[in-house]
T-cell receptor, first 113, second 111 residues
Framework: DTGVSQNPRHKITKRGQNVTFRCDPI?????LYWYRQTLGQGPEFLTY????????KSRLLSDRFSAERPKGSFSTLEIQRTEQGDSAMYLC???????????FGQGTRLTVV | GQNIDQPTEMTATEGAIVQINCTYQ??????LFWYQQHAGEAPTFLSY????GLEEKGRFSSFLSRSKGYSYLLLKELQMKDSASYLC????????????FGTGTLLAVQP
């Protein structure tokens, strides 16, 4: 296992289109996080899964955003009716239940034109 | 509320030592993390403090004072490859253990 994997690395989409990103965490990690990062800012928490259960969603996550982790392994983040303000780097991270640190994927850079 | 402050930018010279400070005010605390992030790449873990004091890890050390809401990251023997953004993050307690990040400090190492 080489770490947290995210696909695609880059996505350019037209405003109003739907997009879906995938995250494959480190295999034994049962905690999975999604963060969003804009230029010059630190990552902002979006949502958290423990196994397949989505236990917390940030108020940043509007109704257009939905995340799933159906089998407690990979996760998807979908954005419906994208807006230009959704342009950002979307980062996924995973950690062990009792581990100290979260490991981040390379991120998916979304550009909405 | 929660607030994490760190300088926006710093410049240092190759071979020197630099200290990046971070102050925080958060509701809930379960550890402070430092991550390094090169442009366009993922944050990578550098250090973790949950108790007061200094943690040393090679050229990198991190200090925490919980009573003062203060941490610093110390980088010694700076190398050009250390030019990056350094992110201070507080881990909230509870079921989520999510990280709350500062805006990051962009460090430029000059020859």
């Amino acid at each position: 296992d080489t770490g947290v994997s995210q696909n695609p690395r880059h996505k350019i989409t037209k405003r109003g289109q739907n997009v879906t990103f995938r995250c494959d965490p480190i295999s034994e990690h049962n905690r999975l996080y999604w963060y969003r990062q804009t230029l010059g800012q630190g990552p902002e928490f979006l949502t958290y899964f423990q196994n397949e259960a989505q236990l917390e969603k940030s108020r940043l996550l509007s109704d257009r955003f939905s995340a799933e982790r159906p089998k407690g392994s990979f996760s998807t983040l979908e954005i419906q009716r994208t807006e230009q303000g959704d342009s950002a780097m979307y980062l996924c991270a995973s950690s062990l239940e009792v581990g100290a640190e979260a490991f981040f994927g390379q991120g998916t850079r979304l550009t909405v034109v | 509320g929660q607030n994490i402050d760190q300088p926006t930018e710093m410049t240092a010279t190759e071979g020197a030592i630099v200290q990046i400070n971070c102050t925080y005010q958060t509701s809930g605390f379960n550890g402070l993390f430092w991550y390094q992030q090169h442009a366009g790449e993922a944050p990578t873990f550098l250090s973790y403090n949950v108790l007061d004091g200094l943690e040393e890890k090679g050229r990198f050390s991190s200090f925490l004072s919980r009573s003062k809401g203060y941490s610093y990251l110390l980088l010694k023997e700076l190398q050009m490859k250390d030019s990056a953004s350094y992110l201070c993050a507080v881990r909230k307690g509870g079921a989520t253990n999510k990280l709350i990040f500062g805006t990051g400090t962009l460090l430029a190492v000059q020859p």
